[in-house]
């Protein structure tokens, strides 16, 4: 029996230094608004959707923490969209840096149901990039310096009619993410991202950015048989490129959408929560086929380390 829900993308061009909140916000809500047309039941916003992507600069935490993190969620700021996805019944994915009442600094995601609730939280486990300026390098990646690793596991969040899990950008290249999120019957797996195109540590060819991108995506969905909904934010901020490729993909693997520049655009798609019933009755049928038993050094290890001596009959 099909479980059809209507599944947009939001994908953002480039936010700037000088591009203040108001204006930021004023993009999404053009962006919900075409997700209403559509028909969404909810849209899927990036990662640190409402500033530029200020990790690619050395500044002091209480300078980021004053110009790029949200005290409060929702704000002064935000509560446009709030309110006007709850005015047009959309539930949403929005990622931002998040400063807790506590002082803590996190890569936050929430998601928001169609009353304008926030039902679901996640903060950022697998933060790439380094924690110490490296002045020699045209840019930094300093989320290892900005945000703490995220302290509220994997969740996944039934509502909307759907399992739904979350994730945010460098998560989507680690199995372990999507695995944690199909051993609890995901369904459907929402992120942002925001992935620089150029490598500090060596000349990465281009095209290759794009290709790992959607390779985590794909395999991410067909070995968890989920629906993944990626947002990338996107295009050259203040001459700093990062790629697109936002997209829609099913547990078969397939991508059922593809962005295809490097602005403010919108996918949608009805999804069939129903097609990855079959996989999980099937081929990743997990109770049936997975032998953890033998699965030992995914959790007893953080490096790699030597071969395991042999086996034991
Ligand atoms: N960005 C990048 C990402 O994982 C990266 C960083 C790119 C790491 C390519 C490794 C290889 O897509 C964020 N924000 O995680």
């Not at 490598?199 to 290709?211: A, G, K, S, V, Y």
């Amino acid at each position: 029996m099909s479980r059809k829900l209507g599944l947009a993308v939001a994908q953002m061009g480039p936010v700037h230094l000088a591009d203040d909140r108001a204006k930021v916000v004023g993009r999404l809500l053009e962006l919900l608004k075409e997700a209403k047309s559509r028909s969404a039941d909810f849209v899927v916003f990036p990662e640190l959707a409402l500033t530029t992507f200020f990790p690619r600069y050395w500044m002091t935490q209480a300078e980021a923490a004053e110009k790029y993190f949200e005290a409060t969620m929702p704000n002064a700021a935000v509560q446009p969209l709030f309110d006007a996805a709850k005015a047009a019944g959309i539930g949403f994915y929005l990622g931002y840096a998040e400063t807790t009442p506590e002082g803590r600094h996190f890569n936050t995601s929430i998601l928001v149901d169609k009353k304008g609730a926030i039902v679901g939280k996640y903060r950022k486990i697998h933060l790439p990039g380094h924690a110490d300026h490296l002045p020699k390098a045209p840019f930094q990646h300093l989320e290892k310096f900005f945000f703490e690793v995220g302290n509220l596991g994997f969740p996944v969040t039934e509502t909307m009619g759907a399992k739904i899990g979350m994730c945010i950008c460098n998560d989507r290249r680690w199995p372990e993410t999507w695995r944690m999120m199909g051993l609890q019957g995901a369904e459907l797996g929402m992120l942002g991202y925001n992935t620089p195109s150029w490598n500090i540590h060596w000349p990465e060819p281009i095209h290759l950015r794009m290709q790992s991108h959607i390779l985590s995506l794909q395999a991410g969905a067909y070995q968890n048989a989920m629906w993944i909904a990626a947002a990338g934010k996107c295009g050259s901020e203040d001459g700093f490129h990062m790629i697109g490729g936002s997209a829609i993909v099913s547990p078969a693997g397939e991508i059922t959408a593809l962005a295809s520049t490097e602005d403010d655009e919108l996918l949608f798609a009805n999804v069939d929560m129903a097609l990855g019933d079959t996989f999980r009755q099937h081929i990743f049928n997990f109770a049936k086929h997975r032998r953890p038993e033998h699965y030992g050094l995914i959790t007893e290890r953080v490096g790699a380390g030597p071969p395991l001596p042999p086996q034991k009959e």
